[in-house]
């Protein structure tokens, strides 16, 4: 398996389109949209972080698709709440 040399890897999307999100080697859960992976990077330390650093950074390996991939960039353009804006979402999976 190749590794990556950036911090941040996202898998491509599962059957259920979801998204592994892994930050320095540990699976933090799955993303179904920019503002789930912006959640996740910010309980990462990076608070400040918003759908605008997700899609411009460098330090994500986007695997299977980038940050325009078909159900991110629709949820993100549209201004649609992210799954993980919600505790009790149940399409936000945490890994913890």
């Given amino acids: 398996m190749a ?3 950036r911090p941040v890897v996202i898998y491509p999307p599962d059957e259920n389109g979801g998204r592994r999100l892994r930050v320095d080697g540990s699976i ?3 993303a179904f949209t920019v503002r789930d992976v912006v959640a ?5 330390g990076l608070q400040e972080w918003d759908e605008i650093d997700v899609v411009r950074t460098s ?3 986007r695997r299977g698709g980038g940050p325009d991939h078909a159900d991110e960039a629709r949820d993100s ?10 505790a009790n979402s ?3 999976h945490r890994r913890g």
């Fill in 59 to 61: 330090l994500i390996d």
């Fill in 77 to 86: 353009d549209a201004g649609v709440r992210g799954a993980c804006d919600s």
């Fill in 3 to 5: 590794t990556s040399e």
């Fill in 90 to 92: 149940p399409r936000c």
């Fill in 28 to 30: 933090l859960g799955r």
């Fill in 40 to 44: 996740f990077m910010q309980e990462a």
